[in-house]
Each structure stands twice: as structure tokens, then as C-alpha cells.
């Protein structure tokens, strides 16, 4: 952008607002875990990192954007985002009908997707503020994010691996006062486009709500994220879903997650079209829940770095989503830092542990130790 900017046109350009940027992101693994020629996904259902002892390269992202100004409400404003991303995470991004045959035609372990096209309108007359989104979102709710440089590590929960990831329709964001926001959308359904024949493409409504201590110290974020008649489809989650977060000082800050999810009528594994390892799982009356808890606490130790300890428990009651009926809990520490403005580095250890089944190193472990490191290069 500061090319741009000294360019022919640099002042039209700094007047728009418009942004052009991204980052190339790559990481390496060391896991108890080994791949075999049948099996090459042995650290799951630890993801994005699927396969063991290898470099991935995760995202090449790159964003063409126009963020609207809310910090006023003397004047309507407008802005837009155009995402794309090249690499593994694709296949955690990918919504059925939408590019989605590098996935589930081909099983192709990097590919492209758009996960974020949208246009903003904010509206600054309607209480303090709304802005109203239209178009395909990364689902609302959540600690962490699948854009590696707004995730607190380098791996990512299984709380989050396993929960709604994109949604397609209309979003509103309202600014009641100081203390409260709501938001509030209706979408077509998780992970599916308009046009798929799936049970999960039908009217979807989201509903959240956050309130904002007044010293701005502490929130609380909840609502239902995905409800609808819950049918078996192609990630048709219904998903409660609430967030506590607190921040003890400069220094010291933790943010803990839960939700429930569940669909009805279930016959197999999330579809019959994207089976997970493990083979069937035992669905009781065809009701599929699972639930789960995480907290991330962050410590900062210096101005460009800071450590985090993450924990977390899942109940894959009848294994829906990871195709073992187990409970897992999951335990990481790692570092962020960046070394100067263009690079972040973030090394962390992690177990893993199922308890009712063996659900690591395909099957045949419940315990798995993972060393990671992975590396953003901004631009």
C-alpha cells in the first residue's frame, strides 16, 4: 500500500480507504502421530495440521477491503471485503456447492476458496449504530478465527476445528449503548451455497448478544449462532453459544468459550459424502450432540510478544464430528512474537487425549504430544 500510495493515483487511493494486503503462512509438526499409506491424516482430529512430522503450507490469503468508519454517527458510510485463500485450511473453509469438488470429489489437500465476500452499510441514525452485512461471512461467534494473523496460536481447538465456519446472507450489527450490542441475521444455512440440494440449505437465523462492562474490562457474548429444524445434513449445526472474557490488566487477559451443537436424524458420520475415520458410529435415535469448553489466558512478556496456555474438554457424544464417540481433552502453551512488523512466529506444544475410544494415529492411540511452529509473512 505505501508503494500505492507514492503511485500515480496515491491520493485517490489514501481518499477510498481501499486496502490491498495479505500474508503467506506456512508451519512444521513433530507428532507422536506417524503417517502410514492408508492413513495419512494420523494427527486427527488435531486440525488444521492434519498430517504428522511434515511443513504445510496453510494460507496464502489476499484482501481487496474497504473497512466503514463507525466510530461516528454523523454520517452513513459503506465498505466491502474480497477474500481469497490458496492452501491446506481450504479444506476447513469450504462450503458444499461453492468450489467444493477440490474437497469432496477429489480430496485434494490444497486448494482455493472465498470465504469472506461481503458488503457493509452502516447506518449511524439507528440507535448508536448499524452496520448490515450482506454476503458470505466466517461465522460470528468464537475466540479464534481462521485467518491465521487473528488467531491467538498456531494450531487451532477442537472446539473450534468442529463448530459452524461460514455463513451466506444478511447480518446486522446494532450498537444499543455503550454496554450492549446485538446481532442478528438470517443466512441460508451452514457451510452449504444457494443453489445445493442439501437438507441444511433452508432459512437460518443467528441471534447474539454482547455486553461490554463499562470500564471495558470484561464482556459476555451469547446466543444462538445456527437454529433451524436441525435436519441431517451437510454441517447443519445447531449451535448455542456463549463467551466470557476478562482482562485483569495490561498484561493478562483469558477468554473461555462454550457451546452445544446438535442435528437430528442422523445416519452416518457429519455426511455420507465426507466420512470421517473411525467408522459408523453408534447414532441413538438419530440425535447427534456434542458439546465443549475452552479457555485461552494470554500473558504478555514483552512489547512484541506474549505467551498463551490454552485447555479445553469436548463431549463428541455419539462422534458426529470427529467420527469417534469419545471425550477428548486438549492442552497447549505456546509463544506469539513478532520479530519486526512483516513476520510472527509461533512455536507451541500440545496434548491431546481421548478418553472413551482411540482416536489418534488413526485410531489406535488416545494420547498424542505435537510440537508445532508455524510463520506469517505479511504483505
Known amino acids: 500500500m505505501q508503494a500505492i500510495y507514492e503511485g500515480p493515483g496515491g491520493a485517490w487511493w489514501k481518499r477510498s480507504r481501499i486496502q490491498i494486503y495479505g500474508w503467506e503462512n506456512f508451519s512444521f509438526n513433530l507428532s507422536t502421530s506417524q503417517n502410514t499409506s492408508r492413513n495419512q491424516n494420523a494427527n486427527f482430529p488435531l486440525i488444521y495440521d492434519l498430517r504428522p512430522n511434515r511443513v504445510e503450507q496453510h494460507q496464502f490469503v489476499l484482501y481487496l477491503e474497504r473497512v466503514p468508519d463507525e466510530a461516528q454517527t454523523d454520517h452513513l458510510d459503506w465498505g466491502f471485503r474480497i477474500s481469497a485463500v490458496y492452501g491446506l485450511d481450504y479444506r476447513f473453509m469450504i462450503s458444499r456447492g461453492l468450489f467444493s469438488d477440490q474437497l469432496l470429489k477429489h480430496n485434494r489437500y490444497y486448494g482455493f476458496d472465498m470465504p469472506m465476500v461481503y458488503f457493509d452499510l452502516y447506518l449511524p441514525s439507528i440507535f448508536q449504530g448499524m452496520n448490515i452485512r450482506i454476503g458470505r461471512i466466517i461465522s460470528e461467534p468464537d475466540i479464534e478465527a481462521q485467518l491465521a494473523p487473528n488467531n491467538l496460536m498456531s494450531s487451532h481447538s477442537l472446539l473450534y476445528g468442529f463448530d459452524n465456519y461460514t455463513q451466506t446472507g444478511i447480518f446486522t450489527t446494532t450498537k444499543i449503548n455503550d454496554q450492549w450490542t446485538i446481532q442478528a ?39 444462538d449462532n445456527a437454529f433451524n429444524n436441525g435436519e441431517f445434513g451437510y454441517n447443519n449445526l445447531q449451535q448455542i453459544v456463549g463467551t466470557w472474557t476478562h482482562k485483569f490488566n495490561d498484561k493478562i487477559y483469558t477468554a473461555t468459550e462454550a457451546w452445544y451443537m446438535f442435528m437430528r436424524d442422523a445416519v452416518s458420520h457429519p455426511t455420507l459424502d465426507v466420512p470421517f475415520q473411525g467408522g459408523s458410529f453408534p447414532v441413538r435415535d438419530g440425535y447427534a450432540p456434542e458439546w465443549a469448553i475452552l479457555n485461552y489466558t494470554m500473558f504478555r512478556f514483552a512489547p512484541t510478544a506474549f505467551l498463551t496456555v490454552r485447555n479445553e474438554y469436548m463431549n463428541d457424544k455419539v462422534g458426529s464430528r470427529t467420527g469417534f464417540p469419545t471425550q477428548y481433552s486438549e492442552h497447549s502453551i505456546g509463544i506469539t512474537w513478532w520479530p519486526n512488523k512483516i513476520l510472527t512466529i509461533r512455536p507451541e506444544l500440545r496434548f491431546d487425549h481421548s478418553y472413551d475410544a482411540a482416536a489418534f494415529n488413526g485410531g489406535t492411540r488416545q494420547n498424542q504430544f505435537v510440537f508445532s511452529t508455524d510463520f506469517i509473512i505479511h504483505y
Not at 444457494?194 to 441444511?200: R, V
Open 185 to 223: 441475521g438470517i443466512s441460508n444455512g451452514t457451510d452449504v451455497a444457494f443453489w445445493q440440494n442439501d437438507p441444511g440449505n433452508q432459512p437460518t437465523g443467528t441471534i447474539m448478544i454482547q455486553w461490554t462492562a463499562p470500564n471495558q474490562m470484561e464482556s459476555i457474548y451469547f446466543g
